[in-house]
């Protein structure tokens, strides 16, 4: 069945830059501090596999490479691709509550991650339907 909904598109467009900028300044801000460690040591959450399954050379720098790859998708997420980085960051926050999954422990933090996600799933969808709507 089709539902239509009548929204004002100012009170969309506020709705979806809010969230835009939130998100984009999540990843941005914790993909920095991968460098610098204000919020948390990151290292904490470096599954033991990594060490396993990676050469040194990653897996001793891996902290800094997932930084560089948050501040990568939070510059997609303001940029024209909102979508696509919304999705990007969702696909990489899953693969992140797997790996904690892997430690185990860290249940506070995959559920507060698992809400993160579906965070950033709805940015998504909301810039899908920004981009599909049709003016009545």
């Not at 596999?49 to 790859?69: D, H, Q």
């Amino acid at each position: 069945s089709i539902v239509m909904i009548v929204v004002s598109e100012k009170r969309f467009d506020r709705l979806v830059m809010l969230l835009k900028y939130f998100y984009a300044g999540v990843a941005l801000i914790s993909g920095i501090d991968k460098f610098c460690y204000f919020l948390v040591n990151w290292n904490i959450y470096v599954s033991p596999l990594v060490y396993l399954y990676f050469p040194p050379i990653i897996a001793l720098n891996i902290v800094p490479i997932v930084g560089m790859i948050d501040i990568g998708a939070g510059l997609i997420i303001l940029s024209k691709h909102t979508r696509f980085g919304a999705y990007m960051v969702a696909g990489w926050i899953g693969v992140i509550i797997l790996k904690l999954i892997t430690i185990g422990g860290f249940y506070d933090i995959i559920f507060r991650d698992t809400a993160i996600l579906v965070g950033y799933l709805t940015l998504g969808q909301l810039m899908r339907l920004k981009e599909t709507a049709r003016p009545q």
